[in-house]
Nanobody
Framework: QAQLVESGGGLVQAGGSLRLSCAASGRTFNNYPMGWFRQAPGKERELIAFINRGGNSTYYSDSVKGRFTISRDNAKNMVYLQMNSLKPEDTAGYYC??????????????WGQGTQVTVSS
C-alpha cells in the first residue's frame, strides 16, 4: 500500500529552523510532482511548496516564499522541506502528498499523519 510518512516537526522559537522529511513506501513517487501542505486549526489545508518530478522546478505560496525550500532525492524516495526564519503563524500540521500533475490544481494524495510544527514567539 502506497504511503507517505512525514517527520521532523517540533517546537521551535520564532526565527529558528526545521527540516521536514517525507518518506515514501509501498511504491515509488519519483514520477510524480510532490507537494507540502499545512493546516492550522480552524483553517483549510493549503499548498505551500511544490516540486516537479525532476526537482528542477518549484512553486511556493507567498506566505513561505523566500523562507522555505522544497527539495527531493529520487534515489532515496524522499522529499524535504527546509524551513527557515520561522514565524508563529507557521504553526500547523504539515503534510506531503503526490500531485496527479504539475499544477497547483492537481489532485493530491495519499495523505499521511503529518508532522506538527509549533513556533513560539
Amino acid at each position: 500500500q502506497a504511503q507517505l510518512v512525514e517527520s521532523g516537526g517540533g517546537l521551535v522559537q520564532a526565527g529558528g529552523s526545521l527540516r521536514l522529511s517525507c518518506a515514501a513506501s509501498g511504491r515509488t513517487f519519483n514520477n510524480y510532482p510532490m507537494g507540502w501542505f499545512r493546516q492550522a486549526p480552524g483553517k483549510e489545508r493549503e499548498l505551500i511548496a511544490f516540486i516537479n518530478r525532476g526537482g528542477n522546478s518549484t512553486y511556493y505560496s507567498d506566505s513561505v516564499k523566500g523562507r522555505f525550500t522544497i527539495s527531493r532525492d529520487n534515489a532515496k524516495n524522499m522529499v524535504y522541506l527546509q524551513m527557515n526564519s520561522l514565524k508563529p503563524e507557521d504553526t500547523a500540521g504539515y503534510y506531503c502528498a503526490a500531485g496527479s500533475s504539475w499544477s497547483t490544481s492537481a489532485n493530491f494524495g495519499p495523505w499521511g499523519q503529518g508532522t506538527q510544527v509549533t513556533v513560539s514567539s
